[in-house]
C-alpha cells in the first residue's frame, strides 16, 4: 500500500477502536460504582486470568498466521494455513481449560465464587480462536473491526440489562462470553464461505507447534505476565490493592491496545514487503510505524502523569482515589512499552528474529516477576505497578542491545545518527551500516 491508502486503513482500525474508548468510557464507571472494590477487584482477577488462558491457547500463533497468510498466493492455501491454526488451537484448548480450572481454585479471591474463574476460561478459549489474524493476514482489515464493533455493542447492551448490584458480577462475564460466541460465529461464516470448511486434523500440529514456540517464549516472558499481573496481586496482597490495581490497568491496557490497531496494519504489509523483495519500501514502512509509536507513548505518558489524579476520582469514584498514584506509577511504562512494540513486532517479527524474541522475553519476564515478588508483598498495588515499570525497562535496554548488535538501529528514526555520535565521542571511527533483513 503506498502512504494514503496504508493511512486510510489507519484511520479505519483506530475508528472501530474509538469504539472499544466508548465502550470503556461506558462500562469502567459503571462496574465500580455498581459493583464496589471488592467484586470489581474479582471482576478483574478473572479477566486477568482470561487474558492469561487466550495467550496460552494462541500460543504464539497469531503472529506465525499473520505472517504465513500475508505470503499466501491462493484461497487454498490460505484454507491451509487456516485448518492447521484452528486445529492447533482447539488442541491447546483442552490443556487452557485445565489450567483454569486449577487457577481458579488456587486464588483466594476467585475460589470464593468459582464460577466467574470458570466463564472467564471459557471466554479466554473463546478468545484465543478468534480470526482477526487471519483477517489481517489477508489484507482485510476492515472485517475484524466490524465484527469486534458488533461485539462490544451486544455485549454493552446484555452487561446494562443484565448487571444491578456486587452480586451480578458473574453476568459480567456471562454477557462478555455470550458476546464472543456470537462474534465468533459471525467470523467462522464468513470464512467458511470465503475459504471452506476447515478442515481439522493433527498432522502438521507439532510442526507449527516449533515453529511457533519462539514467539510464545517471547509472550509468555513479558505478554503474559503483563496479562497475569492482576492475578498474581490477588495471591500476594488484599482485595482491595487488587481492586486499585485492577482499575489502574485498565486504563492502561486501553492505551496499551491503542498501539494494536497499526500493528494490525504495518504487520502484514512489511512481512509482504520482505516477502517480495522490497528492503527499501519496508524500512520505509517500519519506520513511519516508528515514528507513530513512539510518539503516541510519549504522549500517553505526559496524559497519564498529570491527569490520573482528576481522571480516576472522576470516572470510579472517590473510592478509587489511590487508583490515580498507581495510574502515575504505570505512566513511566508507556514510553518503554512503545518502543518493546515497535521492535518485537515492526522489526523482529517481519524479519524472522523469533529466536531472539524467545531469548530477550524470557529475561525480561524473570526481571518483571522477581520484581513482582519483592515488592507487590511490601506495597501491594504500588509495588506490583513498579515491577511492571521495571519489566518494560528491561526488555527495553535489551532490545536496544540486539538491535545495535544485528545493525538493525538505522530502523529507529534519528538512531543511527546518534549512536555514530556517540561512537565518534568515544574515539571510534563511524562506520556506514546497512540493516540485516536476512
Not at 233 to 247: D, E, H, I
Not at 370 to 391: C, N, Q
Amino acid at each position: 500500500m503506498n502512504r494514503r491508502a496504508s493511512a486510510n486503513v489507519v484511520a479505519f482500525v483506530y475508528g472501530g477502536y474509538l469504539m472499544r474508548y466508548v465502550y470503556l468510557i461506558i462500562v469502567v464507571p459503571f462496574y465500580g460504582r455498581v459493583l464496589g472494590v471488592a467484586e470489581y477487584g474479582r471482576v478483574l482477577a478473572s479477566m486477568s486470568l482470561m487474558n492469561v488462558i487466550w495467550m496460552l491457547v494462541s500460543y504464539g500463533f497469531t503472529f506465525v498466521g499473520m505472517r504465513e497468510v500475508s505470503k499466501a498466493q491462493s484461497a487454498e492455501e490460505c484454507n491451509a494455513i487456516y485448518s492447521l491454526h484452528v486445529s492447533a488451537r482447539l488442541l491447546l484448548a483442552l490443556l487452557g481449560g485445565v489450567i483454569g480450572v486449577v487457577a481458579t481454585m488456587s486464588s483466594p479471591v476467585l475460589s470464593e465464587r468459582p464460577l466467574i474463574g470458570l466463564l472467564a476460561t471459557l471466554l479466554g478459549v473463546v478468545s484465543a480462536l478468534n480470526l482477526g489474524w487471519l483477517f489481517q493476514g489477508r489484507q482485510y482489515f476492515r472485517t475484524p473491526i466490524m465484527i469486534e464493533v458488533f461485539g462490544f455493542a451486544l455485549s454493552l447492551v446484555l452487561v446494562l440489562s443484565l448487571v444491578r448490584g456486587p452480586n451480578d458480577a458473574v453476568w459480567v462475564l456471562a454477557s462478555l462470553l455470550i458476546s464472543g460466541i456470537a462474534s465468533s460465529i459471525i467470523s467462522y461464516g464468513l470464512t467458511t464461505w470465503q475459504l471452506g470448511w476447515p478442515r481439522l486434523r493433527l498432522a502438521g500440529v507439532m510442526p507449527l507447534l516449533r515453529s511457533s514456540t519462539m514467539l510464545f517464549c517471547y509472550s509468555s516472558g513479558s505478554v503474559v505476565f503483563t496479562a497475569s499481573s492482576t492475578y498474581l496481586l490477588t495471591l500476594l496482597s488484599t482485595p482491595a490493592q487488587v481492586g486499585y490495581f485492577g482499575a489502574a490497568e485498565r486504563f492502561v491496557t486501553i492505551g496499551l491496545s491503542l498501539m494494536g490497531p497499526a500493528s494490525q496494519v504495518f504487520i502484514p504489509t512489511i512481512s509482504r514487503q520482505l516477502a517480495h523483495g522490497d528492503k527499501e519500501g519496508a524500512h520505509v514502512t517500519t519506520r513511519r510505524g516508528a515514528m507513530l509509536l513512539l510518539g503516541y507513548g510519549l504522549l500517553v505518558f505526559c496524559g497519564a502523569l498529570t491527569l490520573s489524579p482528576f481522571i480516576l476520582p472522576l470516572i470510579l469514584g472517590p473510592a478509587f482515589e489511590p487508583s490515580a498514584h498507581v495510574l502515575q506509577v504505570f505512566a513511566w511504562m508507556f514510553p518503554f512499552a512503545a518502543f518493546n512494540e515497535f521492535v518485537a513486532f515492526y522489526v523482529f517479527v517481519p524479519r524472522r528474529k523469533d529466536r531472539l524474541l524467545a531469548v530477550v522475553g524470557v529475561m525480561s519476564g524473570l526481571a518483571n516477576l522477581a520484581a513482582a515478588l519483592v515488592l507487590a508483598p511490601r506495597y501491594g498495588a504500588m509495588g506490583m505497578a513498579s515491577a511492571r515499570v521495571i519489566g518494560e525497562a528491561t526488555l527495553a535496554v535489551i532490545l536496544m542491545g540486539v538491535m545495535i548488535r544485528l545493525e538493525l538501529i538505522g530502523l529507529l528514526p534519528g538512531a543511527e545518527r546518534a549512536l555514530e555520535r556517540v561512537r565518534i565521542a568515544c574515539g571510534f571511527r563511524a562506520q556506514a551500516r546497512a540493516g540485516k533483513d536476512d
